[in-house]
């Protein structure tokens, strides 16, 4: 898994619970996919240790992890 200089020095410091086999789930076997308006891509994953779905962000080429996040407000059911 590549990753972003940003996603190293600062989302693993702020967020150091985020561990890096959830950013791989979350690319090989999304519950969702999205391309935003910048062409960066976000990917879903349910984590059952957070109990909540991560959010894990790429750039467009969808295999460089830029940001990691648990998504409080993302439901499965939307589109």
Not at 9 to 15: H, S, W
Not at 17 to 39: H, M, T
Not at 42 to 53: I, Q
Request: aromatic content about 12%; charged content about 35%; glycine content about 4%.
């Amino acid at each position: 898994m590549r990753t972003t200089r940003y996603f190293e020095e600062q989302v693993l410091r702020k967020r150091p619970y985020i561990k890096r086999i959830w950013c791989q789930q979350a690319l090989a076997n999304p519950v969702r996919r999205e391309i935003q308006s910048d062409g960066r891509i976000r990917h879903w994953v349910y984590v059952a240790e957070l109990g909540r779905y991560l959010r894990v962000v790429t750039l467009e080429d969808g295999e460089t992890v830029l940001n990691a996040f648990p998504d409080r407000d993302f439901e499965e059911h939307m589109p």
